[in-house]
């Protein structure tokens, strides 16, 4: 008997096994190679996979710390190396080790059959080794042993160079590309590349790690950066900059919105040159213009670890604002303090006239600090920045103050346009939800007249609501009759039924009070404004008696100043009473429209006799009677469309300067009101917005012209913008059945105003 030992020996063709059995996609093999670059403590990579005719060429390139000759040969080339279990986190900054198993460098077997690898890593002082192979996995097939195959290497000393490593993989199976899911990848990227850097005990500062892509998906663009991607992917991205005069320049891209900027008045001298880019990343996948790079899983784990501002200096992260914990921009205190609104006079002046936007609630649709990622960029052209002797933060100046509110603006600013945007969406869906409503109930009762109505009141909607459930419920009870149970369940459907239309009618009865207490701010701005008029007129009514010397002419005249004044005055204040809110006994009737028409001409004749303004009411005739309504809800309704009519005309320079309000039968025996003016006019593809609450100038073009038109104490007469004027005319239209939109003007008019009731 012979003794003897043996080994055990390994088929090359394992290789191929662990490269495409262990990795069981491209994309997820292109992924454990980026993990790779993030594990050497790179601070940038850039990935491109070109198709070119011949081949397809995959190159993923780092400035990471590289490897040396040794590390290759002990490690990169060693199958099963133990290196990340014994070294779970990174050498330079305490990174925790993404990739798993060893298996990255048999990832570009996954991915072709040729690959380069060239990496710089620094070996001692000033000394830099470079390794370059090539390795051609055709040659590792069945039935050779690996220690049979060769991988010729070069390695050489520098004394300078950059850390980094290349891996260019060649002979890539076309059909890899049509079956790489692009977006796979960056949304497993995604928590790598919020990493914004951070110091770990121990380790150098984190610098953050960015990754850049260029794919072939159909842009061939270039790089792309993936945290801008992903930064843009959320609800929406504000960007703002502080230019040489000291003026921040905010940009917001977001759901619901074109582009938006915004100037604030106040000056930002210490700024100089600052910029920022904040996400707003909410955990609402509704919310995010681009899901397919980044899932709600993958978002948690960004904003748990990454999620907040960051501050920058030099490029450089300065700790602790934006890390967990840190409040710097003070967010979620106001969250629990439940703040409604902003401090800032600018964000209160643009949520005036903002669609959909709550003036004094706005900020309640703050979310976590967490849920705001970006960096603000401070550079040492800034002086009045004082980085703390222990690197921890800034010492309080007055440039650091301004950095916050910079910042908590540009947070401010998205918050409100976010708000605006909840609004608007709610009151679309419940705009589709009232069409789909009505016609199903067209549908269910073959009414296709019903089903052709473009313009349906919210108030006739309810009532057909109602109605429609309770004669589902009375067809539901006759066709089950001796069900006991059932019985008993409709008559409780029924009973709610009238509860919620009896709670409904009682708030739309209070609504309606509301709603007239409201329209009497421009008839008290009319009031203050002739009261002023009339003691003025008395003045001179004095300085004209104490003139008087047995001269009747003059006396005359004080007696006609006097009558004129008296009789304003008198109508106001019986017009004012008109407006004031109804008494539970209250009863409406059927008001004659001409003496009202010219009732609310009146309140505006000083206004228009400055101005030079022909009101035209020629072509209301004085049979005309409305249907029944409060005396109160006819004025409101004549005093606001004039005022805006009137505005319109002011503020065009023109010495033409016309409005004309028309009254008329429809075939349906309703009443049509036209009002009509020669202004600056409406966009009649988004004048259906003035009729929003708290939307007055959408286009910023009204009153920016007005007031370069009217002096300030007509401006107070008519008012500079409420919002609330037209929402009041639609909702009182609204409760008559009636309907209220702007059409195209008639030929030499630039507005029409039609209200049916």
């Known amino acids: 008997m012979k003794n003897d030992e043996m080994i055990f020996t390994v088929d090359s063709a394992l290789l191929s096994e662990l490269g495409e059995k262990l ?60 290196n990340k279990t014994v070294n779970p986190v990174s050498k330079r900054y305490g ?14 077997r996954r991915l072709g059959s040729k690959l380069s690898l060239v990496t710089t890593a620094q070996i001692a002082s000033e000394q830099y080794e470079t390794t370059q192979l090539t390795i051609d996995w055709n040659r590792f097939r069945s039935g050779l042993s690996l220690d049979e195959i060769k991988v010729k290497c070069t390695h050489e000393l520098k004394t300078a160079s950059k850390t980094g490593t290349v891996l260019t993989i060649q002979d890539i199976d076309k059909t890899i590309l049509s079956a790489m899911d692009w977006n796979y990848v960056k949304r497993h990227c995604a928590i790598l590349v919020t990493n914004r850097g951070i110091k770990r005990n121990g380790f150098e500062r984190d610098p953050g790690f960015n990754l850049s892509f260029d794919f072939p998906n159909g842009d061939n663009k270039g790089y792309v950066n993936l945290r801008e991607e992903i930064l843009d992917a959320g609800w929406g991205t504000v960007t703002a900059k502080v230019d040489p005069a000291g003026v921040a320049n905010f940009t917001l891209e977001a759901m619901g ?10 000056r930002y001298d210490e700024l100089k040159g600052v910029q920022l880019k904040i996400g707003i990343l909410v955990y609402d996948k509704t919310q995010m213009r681009n899901p397919r790079i980044l899932s709600l899983g993958a978002l948690r784990d960004v904003l748990d670890e990454w999620g907040g501002v960051f501050v920058r200096h030099n490029g450089i992260r300065v700790s602790p604002y934006g890390e967990k914990g840190d409040d710097w921009l003070s967010i979620d205190k106001d969250r629990g303090l439940r703040r409604a609104v902003s401090t800032e006079d600018d964000l209160i002046s643009v949520a005036m006239s903002l669609r959909g936007a709550s003036p004094n609630r706005y900020l309640l649709q703050l979310l976590s600090s967490r849920a705001y990622v970006g960096d603000v960029e401070v550079s040492s052209d800034n002086k009045g920045f004082i980085v703390k002797t222990s690197r921890e933060g800034f010492l309080e100046s007055e440039a650091f103050e301004q950095l916050k509110r910079f910042v908590r603006f540009a947070v401010d600013f998205a918050t409100l346009y976010r708000d605006a945007y909840i609004a608007q969406k709610a009151l679309l869906e419940a705009e589709q939800k009232k069409k789909e409503f009505v016609a199903a109930v067209a549908s269910k009762q073959k009414n296709q007249e019903a089903g052709r109505q473009s313009a349906v009141s919210d108030v006739e909607t309810e009532r057909k609501a109602f109605s429609f459930i309770r004669s589902e419920l009375k067809k539901v009870r006759s066709l089950n009759r001796g069900n006991k149970t059932l019985a008993r369940q409709i008559d409780v459907l029924s009973k709610a039924t009238d509860a919620i239309q009896s709670i409904n009618d009682q708030r739309a009865n209070e609504l309606s009070r509301f709603r007239l207490i409201a329209s009497t701010s421009t008839l008290l701005s009319i009031f203050a404004h002739d009261v002023r008029a009339y003691l003025g007129d008395l003045e001179r009514a004095i300085d004209y008696l104490k003139g008087v010397d047995g001269n009747s002419e003059a006396i005359s005249r004080v007696t006609d100043i006097l009558t004129t004044n008296r009789d304003n005055f008198l109508r106001l204040v019986n017009m004012t009473l008109s407006v004031a809110v109804p008494s539970p006994d209250a009863r409406m009737s059927k008001l004659s429209i001409k003496p009202r028409i010219d009732n609310a001409v009146a309140c505006f004749n000083k206004i228009c006799t400055n101005y030079s303004i022909d009101v035209d009411t020629s072509d209301v005739p004085q049979i005309i009677r409305t249907c029944p309504m409060y005396e109160s809800e006819l004025l409101a309704i004549l005093v606001n469309i004039l005022s805006n009519s009137i505005k319109a005309t002011i503020a065009v320079p023109s010495r033409s300067r016309k409005v004309k309000l028309s009254v008329c039968h429809c075939k349906d025996g309703k009443i ?86």
């Open 23 to 82: 990795v069981g996609s491209p994309y997820i093999a292109l992924l454990e190679l980026i993990k790779n670059a993030y594990d050497a403590d790179a601070f940038e990579a850039k990935i491109s996979i070109k198709d070119n005719k011949d081949c397809v060429e995959t190159r993923i390139e780092d400035n990471g710390i590289g490897m040396s000759f040794e590390q290759v040969k002990n490690y990169w080339m060693k199958i099963a190396t133990v």
């Open 257 to 266: 919105f074109k582009t938006v900027h915004f100037s604030p008045k106040h």
């Open 672 to 757: 049509k009101i036209v009002c009509q003016d020669n202004g600056i006019g409406v966009d009649i593809k988004t004048a259906a917005d003035l009729f929003n609450y708290n939307v007055m100038d959408p286009k910023k073009v009204l009153y920016d012209q007005l007031s370069k038109q009217i002096n300030q104490g007509d401006g107070f007469l008519l008012g500079m913008g409420s919002g609330i004027g037209l929402s009041i005319v639609k909702n009182i239209v609204d409760r008559l059945n009636g309907v209220v939109s702007f059409v195209a003007p008639e030929k030499g008019w630039r507005t029409q105003l039609e209200i049916i009731f």
């Open 95 to 108: 990174r925790i080790k993404s990739g798993a198993k060893g298996i990255g460098r048999f990832s570009c």
